[in-house]
């Protein structure tokens, strides 16, 4: 199993804070300062106490489809998988042209194993925002999960193309290929994984916990190899 990237954006892979996008008018103080409160709580991994600043800036603003979006993002690293949907979903219907609270929700339905669902908001992301390289990772992973192999395939393939994450991509695409039985192109992609996080500079926490799983995954492959 992968692990699907949020876009608070992990797209953490991107910083664990959804960009939020230029405000038309500028905010109050004490709302920017909240705002950064509640970035450096999820940081921290501090989810309640995140939920809690989010919530006081929801009923400061509740037409801000950010800040809906930020919470759900709260409660799904909380582990309030239903939470966050009826969050991102807010968001959704404030900003409906809001990519990443589709990526979000898809990544929670997926999380509940309701992958159909899953499908159909990496489906609206990528309709919104074709170069949304996490969306394109996420329906990758998802159609894996359902075994459709190829189409897998050609949403990785594609992530690729667009390079960056390519550490991620790679683990990804060999754990496809892994589960294909196509060994030999698992083991080389898992080997270009591994390369490309050794070679970078630093690895975030997330980055850290992938690069453990590609390690595992291909341990497991090559184990019953070995004996």
């Given at each position: 199993?992968?692990?699907?990237?949020s876009?608070?954006?992990?797209?953490s892979?991107?910083?664990?804070?959804p960009?939020q996008?230029q405000p038309t008018?500028?905010?109050p103080?004490v709302?920017?300062?909240?705002s950064?409160?509640?970035?450096?709580?999820?940081?921290?991994?501090?989810?309640?106490?995140?939920?809690?600043?989010?919530?006081?800036?929801?009923e400061?603003?509740?037409?801000?489809?950010?800040?809906?979006?930020?919470?759900?993002?709260a409660?799904?690293?909380?582990?309030?998988?239903?939470?966050?949907?009826?969050?991102?979903s807010?968001?959704i219907?404030?900003?409906?042209?809001?990519d990443?609270?589709y990526?979000?929700?898809?990544n929670?339905?997926?999380?509940?194993?309701d992958l159909?669902?899953?499908?159909?908001?990496?489906?609206?992301?990528l309709d919104?925002?074709?170069l949304?390289?996490?969306?394109?990772i996420?329906?990758?992973?998802t159609?894996?999960?359902?075994?459709?192999y190829?189409?897998?395939?050609?949403?990785?393939?594609?992530?690729l193309?667009?390079?960056?994450?390519?550490?991620?991509i790679?683990?990804?695409?060999?754990?496809?290929?892994?589960?294909?039985?196509?060994?030999?192109w698992a083991?080389?992609?898992?080997?270009?994984?591994?390369?490309s996080?050794?070679?970078?500079?630093q690895?975030?926490?997330?980055?850290?916990?992938?690069?453990?799983?590609?390690?595992?995954?291909?341990?497991?492959?090559?184990?019953?190899?070995?004996?």
């Amino acid at each position: 199993m992968g692990i699907n990237l949020s876009t608070s954006s992990v797209d953490s892979f991107g910083g664990l804070y959804p960009r939020q996008p230029q405000p038309t008018t500028e905010s109050p103080p004490v709302n920017r300062k909240l705002s950064q409160q509640a970035k450096t709580r999820l940081e921290q991994g501090d989810y309640l106490g995140a939920i809690d600043l989010l919530t006081c800036l929801i009923e400061a603003d509740p037409t801000c489809a950010d800040h809906y979006n930020n919470r759900g993002y709260a409660h799904f690293q909380d582990g309030e998988v239903e939470e966050a949907i009826s969050d991102y979903s807010q968001a959704i219907q404030l900003n409906p042209t809001l990519d990443r609270a589709y990526n979000n929700r898809a990544n929670a339905y997926a999380r509940l194993g309701d992958l159909y669902a899953a499908l159909l908001d990496y489906d609206q992301t990528l309709d919104l925002n074709p170069l949304k390289i996490q969306a394109w990772i996420n329906r990758g992973i998802t159609f894996r999960q359902l075994q459709i192999y190829e189409l897998a395939l050609d949403n990785l393939d594609f992530a690729l193309r667009l390079g960056r994450l390519e550490g991620y991509i790679y683990a990804e695409r060999g754990r496809t290929y892994h589960l294909m039985g196509d060994w030999n192109w698992a083991i080389a992609d898992y080997q270009r994984a591994i390369d490309s996080f050794q070679n970078a500079p630093q690895l975030s926490g997330a980055e850290q916990r992938q690069y453990q799983r590609v390690l595992h995954w291909k341990d497991q492959l090559l184990k019953p190899l070995a004996e």
